[in-house]
Nanobody
Framework: QVQLVESGGGLVQAGGSLGLSCAAS????????MGWFRQAPGKGREFVAA????????YYADSVTGRFTISRDNAKNTVYLQMNSLKPEDTAVYYC????????????????WGQGTQVTVSS
């Protein structure tokens, strides 16, 4: 059983930056592909970014490509999401997730989820 805990959310002005972290425990971190998803009020859970177990492959939603960067440190059992040039439409609860044997774009394929961290971007 893997436990995931996100941190780093907060309030930022449009154009600003935030860095999210997700610390994992209870499993072999390097066995899991990791993803970041977000959910805005009244909307479904949306894919943001994913990274392979080694960190060698990454995928991004079109809406964040060029602004967000996903990375991981397997020695620290942590995955990161650096968010730059933030926009009000990036406002959401951000979740990290772990997938056994993959790093998909669909939230249904992920096995473990964190509790989420709020990101609010003011205009």
């Amino acid at each position: 059983q893997v436990q995931l805990v996100e941190s780093g959310g907060g309030l930022v002005q449009a154009g600003g930056s935030l860095g999210l972290s997700c610390a994992a425990s209870g499993g072999t971190f390097s066995n899991y592909g990791m993803g970041w998803f977000r959910q805005a009020p009244g909307k479904g859970r949306e894919f943001v970014a994913a990274i392979s177990w080694s960190g060698g492959s990454t995928y991004y939603a079109d809406s964040v490509t060029g602004r967000f960067t996903i990375s991981r440190d397997n020695a620290k059992n942590t995955v990161y999401l650096q968010m730059n040039s933030l926009k009000p439409e990036d406002t959401a609860v951000y979740y990290c997730a772990a997938e056994v044997g993959g790093y998909g774009l669909e939230y249904r394929t992920y096995d473990y989820w964190g509790q989420g961290t709020q990101v609010t971007v003011s205009s």
